[in-house]
């Protein structure tokens, strides 16, 4: 049996619903059941219900062997797994953004709120700019409003509820998309499953 890791959520209904396109259909997942265990009739498949932020763990240990993560959890956890396909689902991005009108002073510390301090250190790394972290894990738009930070670096979607709060987008940092991921050891014994799960949803994804 493979044992597949989904993320809780529309994004997890979306990704149920490519993997019952491919034929990996699951009656208890179409049902109002509350378990988070749920196995197909067939025994081919388990899917295992998970917080978005923990699937890449569940999958790294061992619990499952492959799962879908957004790529925003993989780079801020850097979990030791095989990325193995980009599903083109949950399309946002990773960017900067700030009061509108701010004029950053380059001769002190940029102040960066976000929950995603490892993504944002190695983007001004890069940049060669000095910063000041300030960890947040919601709210994120209150800390410029507050003064608490200068900017902030965070998932953006449609940018609506940066506009509600008088900020904007500053500088485009990375693109974010559902990929799937899998287990190392697991893609040595359940090679020819998986590998065969890959194409069959490439097909999906790509066609």
Known sequence: MLN???????L?????????????????MESDD??????D????????LVKP?????????????IGVVGKDVLLEGGNDVYELLDLNLGKCRMAEAAPVGF??????PLRVATKYPNIAKRFY???????????????????????????????????????QNHLEVTREILPISARLIANKAAMKF??????????????????
């Not at 910063?131 to 449609?158: H, Q, R």
């Not at 359940?190 to 066609?207: N, Y």
């Open 12 to 28: 997890g209904d979306k990704v149920y619903r490519l993997f019952k396109d491919i034929g990996y259909d699951c009656s208890a």
């Open 41 to 48: 009739p067939g025994g081919e498949v388990s899917y295992l």
């Open 34 to 39: 509350r378990r988070l265990v749920l196995c």
């Open 125 to 163: 790394g890069e940049l060669s700019r000095e910063i000041e972290i300030i960890k947040l894990n919601g709210s994120i738009e209150l800390a410029p409003l507050l003064k608490l930070s200068d900017v902030i670096v965070d998932i953006v979607e449609t940018g609506t509820t940066l506009k």
């Open 53 to 65: 932020s923990d699937v890449a763990i569940y999958v790294e240990h061992g619990a499952a062997d």
């Open 4 to 10: 597949i890791a989904l993320p809780k959520g529309r």
């Open 103 to 108: 004029r950053e002073d380059a001769q002190r």
């Open 190 to 207: 359940k090679d020819a499953q998986i590998r065969d799960i890959v194409e069959k949803l490439k097909s999906k994804v790509e066609g």
